[in-house]
Nanobody, 120 residues
Framework: QVQLVESGGGLVQPGGSLRLSCAAS????????MGWSRQAPGKQRELVAT???????NYADSVKGRFTISRDNAKNTVYLQMNSLKPEDTAVYYC??????????????WGQGTQVTVSS
């Protein structure tokens, strides 16, 4: 069994910052790409940022310069540092990981989501 558990969401004022964390646990052999997506009410889920095992990153245009994705391979954890938050960043944020389990089977896994609300 593999689990991804997010933490760090909450309520923040416009212009503020939050740091999300997502820890993967279970029968993991190796984690490849990791990322964050978000889904606002009434909207489709959108990809926010991704990071490869080697540390290469990609960002959605809407968050470039404000969000930073990073990871700690030793802890099987991915982070999303969110600065200069705007009301339009309000959404449920989901982490995902492409990984091989103890049987060397490769699949995508998703966390349960954490709510981020940007409001005054």
């Amino acid at each position: 069994q593999v689990q991804l558990v997010e933490s760090g969401g909450g309520l923040v004022q416009p212009g503020g910052s939050l740091r999300l964390s997502c820890a993967a646990s279970g029968s993991i052999f190796r984690i490849y790409d990791m990322g964050w997506s978000r889904q606002a009410p009434g909207k489709q889920r959108e990809l926010v940022a991704t990071i490869t095992r080697g540390g290469s990153t990609n960002y959605a245009d809407s968050v470039k310069g404000r969000f930073t994705i990073s990871r700690d391979n030793a802890k099987n954890t991915v982070y999303l540092q969110m600065n200069s938050l705007k009301p339009e960043d309000t959404a449920v944020y989901y982490c995902n990981a492409t990984l091989s389990d103890s049987r060397r089977l490769i699949n995508d896994y998703w966390g349960q989501g954490t709510q981020v609300t940007v409001s005054s």
